[in-house]
C-alpha cells in the first residue's frame, strides 16, 4: 500500500489536497462516487459535511480523506464511532493507511497515542473533552460515525454536545439513517461559521430489491442459494433465534464438498476450545456462521473473516451487523419485523429497517442486493393451506385461518411496504445533565455561569426540555454547594454575607466566580466514574486479612469484610462495573432453583415458598458495608449519585469455585453469552490493575490479578494477538485465518500456580460436599469414597473457608519438572487443627501447556 501522506503533504493548498487524495485512492485501484467526490472537495475546502448516504456508498473512505485534510492543514482530528469494536476496528484501519505515529486510540478503560494527531474514540470520550475544555479543546476536526447515535435516549447527549461546544472544528457526520437534517446544518454553521454541505438522496451503486416472503425461512433460503444470492445474512432478533436458525439450516446442503475442503484448510488449526466453539466448528464447517454480540472476539473474527473470504453461504444472527461490522453479505433475509427494545415488543423503525437492510449487496461484487422480510409465522401457514387448496373451492371453504396469537406484535406485508418506502425518521435531541457533566464544566473556569447557562439554552432541544434542564442543573448546583465540592468566590466588591445571603442560585451575583474545591484526574467521568468511590472503600479493608494470611476475619480485630482480603478488594471492583444482565440473571436462576430445592425438604408451604424467592437474588458481597460507604463517599462527592453501584461477584464467585472459564459458562448455562463472560472478566482485570494503589496490592490480590489475567489471555488472546499484527503486520492478506495461540501457560508461574491451587481446592470442595461421584469423575484411579468414609469417620466436617484455602495449606514440588511434572500435596483442614489428612497429585505440565489449563491429577488420599 501506498502510504497516503506521501501524496498529501503538509501544508498543501485544498486543490493538492483533493488531487493527492484522488491519486492515492487510483494508486489502490479505487474511483470516488460522485458523492464521495462532493463530498471530498467540501472537506478540503473546509466547509462542514452531513454525508447521509447508503451503505455500501464509501463513507469510510470519505472519513481518510477528511483526515489528510486535517493532516495536511497541521490540524488534530478526531474520529468516534458508538461502540468499542468499531473503534478498535477503525484505528487498525487507519494505522495501515498514516502509520501508527499518526494513529491513537482512547476508549475508556486503553489508551493508546492519545497525542496523536489522529485519535478514534468513542463519541463520549470526545464529549467530556469538549465539556472540560470547550472551544479551546485541541479538536481542529471531528468525524462522526454512525451518527444517528445522536438520537439515542441514553447516550444521544454524547453526540450533541461536541457539536454545542467545539466550534472551532470542522464536523463530518456520517450515517446511511439520518432523515431530515436540516435543523442540525443551519444550527452546525451557526456555530462554527463555516458553510454546511448535505450530501443525501444518492443513488446506492448497488441497487436493492425487495421481497415480502410467505414460505418457510428453510425454503426461503434454499431459493435464495439456488438463485445464487449468497452469502444470506439471516436477521433474528434474539441470540437463541440466531443459534436456533443455525441448527436448523444445518440439516439442508448449504456447500458442497470441495467448499468443505477449503473451510477445513482455512480453519484447520483453530482452536474450537469452549463449548459453544465446539457447535460454531460444525457450522461454519457446514458453510453457515454464526454472528453475534455475545460470541467470542475471535469466534467472531473467523466468522468475518470466512465470510470475507467468500466461504460462508449462510451467516444467521443478530441485528449487529447494522452497526458498520464487516461482514459482505448479498442478501439480508429478516426473520421479523418486531423486536424487544428493552421494555416492550414493538415494530421496527423505518430507520432501524434500513439501518440492517442496506447491509445486503456488496459493492464490487454484487450487481444488486436483496432484501427479504419474513411474514409471520401464522400468515406463512396460512399461505400453505391457500396453496395446497389450489382451485378447488370445497378445500377452499374448508381453510381455518390462523390468527395471530393473543399478545402477539404483528407485521403484515402493508407494514413491510410502508417500512420500504419511508425515509428514516427526523434525529430527536437526547440531551441530558449529570454532576459529571457540571462539573467538567466548572473546572473548565472562566465563565461557568455563562458556560452553563449556553449548555442549557443554547441546545437543540425544545423550549421545556430546556427549562427541565435548567431545573436540573439548579439542583445539581446546590447539591455539590452543599457538599464543599464547588464553591462562589465573591469579588473584592462584594462581602462573603451577602454572596452567601443570596444563595446557591444566584451564580452570577457581581464578579463572583464559581470553581471546584476539588483536583480532578485527567480522565474524570472517562475512566470508572466510581474508581475514586472504590479506592475509598479499599481503604476500609484490613490487608492483614488474607485468603490464607493473617487471622480469620471473626477474630480480627477492627477488621472490616468477609476476612478475605483480597477478594474483598475485588467485590469492590466489581460494584463498580456495569452489569452483565445475563450473568446475573442466571446466577439468580441457579440460587433460586437451589433455594425451592432446599425449601421443599423442610415442607415449606408453596406460597410461603413464592414469597420467600423474591428475596433471592444474585451473589452480592459487601452489599451492606458497601451500600453505607456509598451514602458518607456521597455526601461529600455528591456526583457520585449519577452512577449507581452494584455489588455483584462474577469473578469472585468463578475464583471461589476454582471453576475454569469453560467450566463456569457451563454452570450457569451461558453458552451463548461467553463472549459478555469474557468481556467482564477483561474489563474487571483492567479496572483491578488501574484502581488498586500499589500500597494496597497484598501477594494474594497479585495472585489473583495474575489468575485473571491469563485466564482471560488464554480464553481468547484476540486483542493482544491485533498489537502483535499492529508490530509486525503480516505481509499475506490471504494468510490463515486461525489466530496464533496463546503464550504457553507456563510462562506465567504466579498465575499457573493459582491455577494449580484452584484444582487443589476444588477437590476439597468437593469433598466436604461429600460427592464422591464428581470425585470420581476427576479423578477415576484414586477410590475418594473409602478415603471420605474413613475421613468422616475421624471428623465431621471440611474446611472450605478463607484459612482453608490458604497457599499455607498447598505445597508444590518443582523438582522433577525437568520430568514434565510437578508434585503438589493439599492439607485437609479439619474442624480439629490436626491437618493429618492430605491429597496428593501430579501436575502434567505438556497437558497443561496443550490445554492452556492447569492439568492436575489426584494419585492419592490418605493421613498421615
Given at each position: ?8 503533504p ?65 490540524g ?71 451518527f ?26 456520517m ?33 436493492l430489491?425487495?421481497e ?93 473473516t470466512?465470510?470475507?473470504r467468500?466461504?460462508l ?85 374448508k ?29 430527536q ?22 458556560n ?19 431545573r ?12 464543599g465540592?464547588?464553591?462562589?468566590v ?65 477474630a ?23 452489569d ?26 408453596y ?76 474489563d474487571a ?21 495474575a ?20 508490530i ?20 506465567n ?15 476439597v ?6 460427592k ?43 523438582s ?10 493439599q ?33 492419592e488420599?490418605?493421613?498421615?
Amino acid at each position: 500500500m501506498t502510504p497516503l501522506l506521501e501524496h498529501v503533504p503538509v501544508g498543501a493548498d485544498p486543490d493538492a489536497v483533493y488531487l493527492g487524495f484522488v491519486d492515492w485512492a487510483g494508486s489502490r485501484g479505487l474511483t470516488l462516487y460522485p458523492a464521495q467526490d462532493e463530498a471530498v472537495i467540501e472537506i478540503v475546502s473546509g466547509a462542514n459535511v452531513i454525508l447521509s448516504t447508503p451503505t455500501g456508498t464509501g463513507k469510510s473512505l470519505v472519513a481518510v480523506a477528511a483526515h489528510a485534510a486535517s493532516l495536511s492543514r497541521g490540524g488534530r482530528t478526531y474520529y468516534t464511532a458508538p461502540i468499542k469494536a468499531l473503534v478498535s476496528e477503525k484505528f487498525f484501519a487507519l494505522v495501515d493507511i498514516f502509520g501508527a505515529e499518526n494513529v491513537g486510540m482512547v476508549t475508556g478503560d486503553s489508551s493508546v497515542n492519545a497525542d496523536a494527531p489522529i485519535v478514534c474514540c468513542t463519541a463520549e470520550i470526545l464529549a467530556n473533552l469538549a465539556l472540560r475544555q470547550g472551544a479551546d479543546a485541541d479538536v481542529d476536526q471531528v468525524v462522526m460515525d454512525e451518527f444517528h447515535y445522536y438520537g439515542e435516549a441514553d447516550r444521544g447527549w454524547a453526540w450533541q454536545v461536541p457539536l454545542l461546544l467545539l466550534n472551532r472544528a470542522q464536523f463530518i457526520l456520517m450515517s446511511a439513517t439520518l432523515g431530515d437534517v436540516t435543523d442540525i446544518a443551519d444550527d452546525l454553521s451557526r456555530r462554527t461559521g463555516r458553510p454546511t454541505a448535505r450530501v443525501t438522496g444518492v443513488e446506492r451503486p448497488v441497487p436493492l430489491h425487495f421481497e415480502y416472503a410467505r414460505t418457510p425461512v428453510h425454503e426461503t433460503v434454499q431459493e435464495l442459494l439456488d438463485t445464487k444470492q449468497a452469502p444470506i445474512y439471516v436477521v433474528h432478533f434474539s441470540q437463541a433465534a440466531a443459534m436456533e436458525r443455525a441448527q436448523a439450516l444445518s440439516s439442508i446442503r448449504i456447500i458442497g464438498r470441495e467448499q468443505r475442503d477449503e473451510i477445513a484448510e482455512a480453519i484447520g488449526g483453530f482452536r474450537f476450545t469452549t463449548g459453544f466453539g465446539k457447535t460454531l466448528s460444525r457450522y461454519v464447517r457446514a458453510g453457515i456462521g454464526v454472528h453475534h454480540a455475545g460470541m467470542l472476539p475471535r469466534y467472531r473474527r473467523l466468522v468475518e473473516t470466512l465470510a470475507q473470504r467468500g466461504l460462508l453461504r449462510v451467516i444467521c444472527g443478530t441485528d449487529t451487523l447494522g452497526v458498520g461490522i464487516n461482514v459482505p453479505i448479498r442478501t439480508v433475509l429478516m426473520t421479523a419485523l418486531t423486536k424487544y427494545d428493552g421494555t416492550r415488543m414493538r415494530q421496527l423503525s423505518a430507520r432501524e429497517f434500513h439501518q440492517i437492510a442496506g447491509r445486503a449487496g456488496r459493492a464490487g461484487y454484487d450487481t444488486a442486493g436483496t432484501v427479504v422480510v419474513m411474514a409471520p409465522d401464522h400468515e406463512i401457514e396460512n399461505a400453505a393451506q391457500i396453496l395446497k387448496a389450489g382451485d378447488d373451492p370445497k378445500k377452499q371453504k374448508k381453510i381455518v385461518r390462523k390468527k395471530a396469537p393473543q399478545g402477539f406484535v404483528n407485521w403484515t406485508e402493508q407494514s413491510y411496504d410502508r417500512l420500504v418506502a419511508a425515509e428514516p425518521e427526523p434525529l430527536q435531541p437526547q440531551m441530558k445533565l449529570s454532576a459529571a457533566m457540571l462539573i467538567n464544566v466548572i473546572a473548565r473556569g472562566g465563565d461557568v455561569f455563562g458556560n452553563v447557562r449556553s449548555l442549557v439554552f443554547d441546545n437543540h432541544e425544545p423550549r421545556p426540555r430546556q427549562f427541565d434542564l435548567a431545573r436540573r442543573a439548579l439542583a445539581i448546583f446546590r447539591t455539590l454547594v452543599q457538599a464543599g465540592v464547588v464553591e462562589v468566590v465573591p469579588s473584592p466588591r462584594e462581602s462573603p454575607e451577602s454572596v452567601a445571603s443570596s444563595g446557591p442560585e444566584a451564580t452570577n451575583v457581581g464578579d463572583s466566580r464559581i470553581r471546584l474545591t476539588v483536583d480532578l484526574q485527567p480522565n474524570f467521568a472517562l475512566n470508572q466514574p466510581l474508581s475514586p468511590f472504590a479506592l475509598a472503600a479499599i481503604e476500609m479493608l484490613d490487608p492483614e486479612v488474607e485468603l490464607g494470611r493473617g487471622p480469620d476475619a471473626t477474630a480480627a480485630a477492627g477488621s472490616v469484610g468477609t476476612g478475605h482480603y483480597a477478594l474483598d478488594v475485588v467485590s469492590v471492583i466489581e460494584a463498580t462495573l456495569d452489569d452483565p444482565r445475563p450473568i446475573l440473571s442466571q446466577q439468580q436462576f441457579r440460587a433460586r432453583g437451589e433455594a425451592v430445592a432446599a425449601m421443599k425438604r423442610e415442607g415449606i408451604e408453596y406460597d410461603e415458598r413464592m414469597e420467600l424467592l423474591e428475596e433471592i437474588t444474585w451473589p452480592k458481597p459487601l452489599d451492606e458495608l458497601l451500600a453505607q460507604a456509598y451514602e458518607v463517599f456521597a455526601s461529600s462527592q455528591p456526583w457520585i449519585r449519577d452512577f449507581e453501584l452494584s455489588p455483584k461477584s462474577v469473578v469472585r464467585d468463578m475464583f471461589e469455585r476454582a471453576c475454569s472459564f469453560g467450566e463456569y459458562v457451563s454452570l450457569y448455562q451461558l453458552a451463548r453469552s461467553e463472549g459478555l463472560v469474557l468481556r467482564y472478566l477483561s474489563d474487571a482485570y483492567r479496572a483491578i490493575r488501574q484502581t488498586v494503589p500499589v500500597d494496597a496490592q497484598t501477594p494474594d490480590l497479585l495472585d489473583l490479578i495474575a489468575w485473571l489475567g491469563e485466564l482471560v489471555r488464554q480464553v481468547d488472546s484476540s486483542l493482544v494477538d491485533e498489537w502483535e499484527q499492529l508490530i509486525n503486520p503480516a505481509d499475506d492478506p490471504d494468510g490463515p485465518v486461525v489466530p496464533p495461540a496463546p503464550p504457553s501457560i507456563l510462562t506465567n508461574r504466579r498465575a499457573f500456580v493459582v491455577l494449580v491451587r484452584n484444582e487443589m481446592f476444588r477437590r476439597v470442595q468437593l469433598a466436604a460436599l461429600q460427592k464422591d461421584d464428581e470425585l470420581v469423575e476427576l479423578d477415576p484411579d484414586v477410590d475418594w469414597p473409602g478415603a471420605l468414609d474413613r475421613y468422616f469417620d475421624e471428623h465431621d466436617a471440611i474446611g472450605t473457608g478463607g484459612a482453608s484455602r490458604s497457599s499455607a495449606l498447598v505445597d508444590i514440588d518443582e523438582s522433577a519438572a525437568a520430568e514434565g511434572v510437578w508434585r503438589v500435596e493439599q492439607t485437609i483442614d479439619d474442624p480439629a487443627g490436626d491437618h493429618d489428612w492430605r491429597i496428593r497429585a501430579q501436575v502434567d505440565l505438556a497437558a497443561s501447556e496443550e490445554e492452556g489449563t492447569a492439568i492436575v491429577r489426584v494419585t492419592e488420599v490418605l493421613r498421615l
